[in-house]
Antibody, heavy 121, light 112 residues
Framework: QVQLQESGPGLVKPSETLSLTCTVSGVSVTNDRYFWSWIRQPAGKGPEYIGRAHITRKSDYISSLKSRVTISVDTSKNQFSLRLTSVNAADTAIYYC?????????????WGQGTLVTVSS | DIAMTQTPLSLSVTPGQSASISCRFSHSLLRHDGKTYLFWYQKKPGQSPQLLIYEGSSRFSGVPDRFRGSGSGTDFTLQISRVEAEDVGTYYC?????????FGQGTKVEIK
């Protein structure tokens, strides 16, 4: 079955770069029916969509993070990654990776368990 | 940007009774392909959001038929019939018609 698992540092210093990886099993990241997406949820708030990558299409990001974020796919490891530069306290959140449909437009159907990232010195 | 309002923010339900959650949008969610991209998610503490309903009214695989999504255009509802203890959690609507997908404020459901 489809499974996703986030990994990466739980603590990042202000102004540094947050890097997370999502390992996918049960489906190939080269499957062009899907986007590979990141969502985050700060404590006490609703989820916030960050962006998505696709094997052939360009990546898309929310405008508020566009200058700092990169999402990319690694086909050799069946993984995709999130890179967020110049982090600050407002970037502290649980970060989730998810599979998003292309045919099933915007459907975030499988999610990782989430990983807490704290931005603090 | 599309504006959305999810109500109520919290709900206390007696087991066996029904619960209803509403999401309202500033623009129609009907996309040019004729489909409406409104989703409902359930999030339990310490877990990731679980997809319940997609395209407004279709239940995702394995979701009990106690969960029913309805609505069109700008107004949507999630109804939970015969509420059980395991239904405790926070429920979110999400629109996917306009990029980026955006989530409602969430409705926290507790059992009396």
């Amino acid at each position: 079955q489809v499974q996703l698992q986030e990994s990466g540092p739980g603590l990042v210093k202000p102004s540094e770069t947050l890097s997370l990886t999502c390992t996918v099993s049960g489906v190939s990241v080269t499957n062009d029916r899907y986007f590979w997406s990141w969502i985050r949820q700060p404590a006490g708030k609703g989820p916030e969509y960050i962006g998505r990558a696709h094997i052939t299409r360009k990546s898309d990001y929310i405008s508020s993070l566009k200058s700092r974020v990169t999402i990319s796919v690694d086909t050799s490891k069946n993984q995709f990654s999130l890179r967020l530069t110049s982090v600050n306290a407002a970037d502290t959140a649980i970060y989730y990776c998810a599979r998003e449909g292309l045919d099933q437009w915007s459907r975030l159907d499988y999610w990782g368990q989430g990983t807490l990232v704290t931005v603090s010195s | 940007d599309i504006a959305m309002t999810q109500t109520p923010l919290s709900l206390s339900v007696t087991p066996g009774q029904s619960a209803s959650i509403s999401c309202r949008f500033s623009h129609s969610l009907l996309r040019h392909d004729g489909k409406t991209y409104l989703f409902w998610y359930q999030k339990k503490p310490g877990q990731s959001p679980q997809l319940l309903i997609y395209e407004g009214s279709s239940r995702f695989s394995g979701v009990p038929d106690r969960f029913r999504g309805s609505g069109s255009g700008t107004d949507f509802t999630l109804q939970i019939s015969r509420v059980e203890a395991e239904d405790v959690g926070t429920y979110y609507c999400m629109q996917g018609t306009y990029f980026p997908p955006t989530f409602g404020q969430g409705t926290k459901v507790e059992i009396k």
